[in-house]
């Protein structure tokens, strides 16, 4: 068996190549089908690769919760942090517009309309940082003895030297700026930097002060000036609080210890989730199968293309299998002769397609990056599956495709075959 099997493929891969005109002919419904089908799988890979690394950027990873206390004062913020982790926080960073916000200036240039938010180091894992210059903050950060500060591109390319940043309100305090970020959605302004939270910022982020009393007039103020205190939390995307838009299922656990911080109406918490991972991820996978459906009936039509292209040859190569036969060819030896020919014109038409379609996905991504900044980790190219997918259907159509022909030569008659 394993004899007549390879001189089936010995003879498949003989009447390809002697039969030139045809095996192009063959090729170029399945060149079509697949090259459709693979740029859908590279569309869907990287436009849910986009997709996800936008949302991350702009509304944090999944499952992240935007916690806010309004109208009351936290007088622990330790306990307060401690029952955010023990609600199912993750990773949990302060996310909170200073008191006053303050100016900014390097050298002679001022900027009085930026806003700054004082955040973690914690704020890198729980949303994506596309860094255009730099870092984002590390825990070592806290210990300067300066404030350490990011700006957004636009900040950054208003004030021109960062070497020499100041801010302040009624007084100047040199800072040190260590990266420069990717504008997003989640910028509170046009010009827009964060302050990381340490003890060289807890002034310019909260007020002055450190005692009781002063604490709570610096909450005062913040609730006197409108400013809530705001965190960012990420949880499980598992936990059922991920399920719950509106965030009561995370709101009533943070509640149920409120009054170890000083908060006494639970009406004052509120938490809702920031990202929108899942509304991302129904759209792609609707529009990808409804691609897959466009490339799935392109492709079929491929296949009968191949299937009608195979009947005919089949009918005008009757004499040569009937010798083939005569010659002591076995029945299976024919019928693998037959199948892998139209296996192997559909593989060569599948290596056409994915060749072209590189070179499509190449050009495109060369044009698209001319509009659009994609990030270094998110290439325009054909993924593992494409290629997978491209070759395996090309040989399931050519296999499928070749079976009735195959069949239809078994059936053929070797007499009449030679009398032809």
Known sequence: MLRSLM????????GSRANVARTILSCTGIVVGVGALVLVVSASDFGQRFATAYSEANAGRPATLE???????????????EDLVRAGGQDVSLYQSPVEPPSIRSGDTVVTEASFTGVDPSLGDIRRMNMLEGRWFTDADTGSLAPVMIVNEELAAAIGDLARVQVGTDHWMDVRVIGVLESSALDSGWYSAYILRSPASEELIFGSGSSDEEEESEAEAMYAMGVPTTYQVRID???PAADDPWGEIFTERLGSASWRWGVENRESLSSYRSDYAEMTNEAITYLSLALMGIAAITLTTGLLGVLNVGLVTVRERRRELATYRALGASRFTLFVAVVMESVVVSLVAGIIAIAGCWAVLAVGGAVLGSFVQLPDDIPLNIPPAGVLVGL?????????AGIIPAMRALGASVVAGLRE
């Open 237 to 239: 995307p598992e936990d």
């Open 392 to 400: 395996g259907s090309a040989a399931l159509v050519g296999l499928l």
């Open 67 to 81: 916690v806010s206390v309004f109208e009351e004062t936290i007088t622990d913020r330790a306990a307060f942090e």
């Open 7 to 14: 001189a089936g493929i010995v003879l498949a891969f003989a």
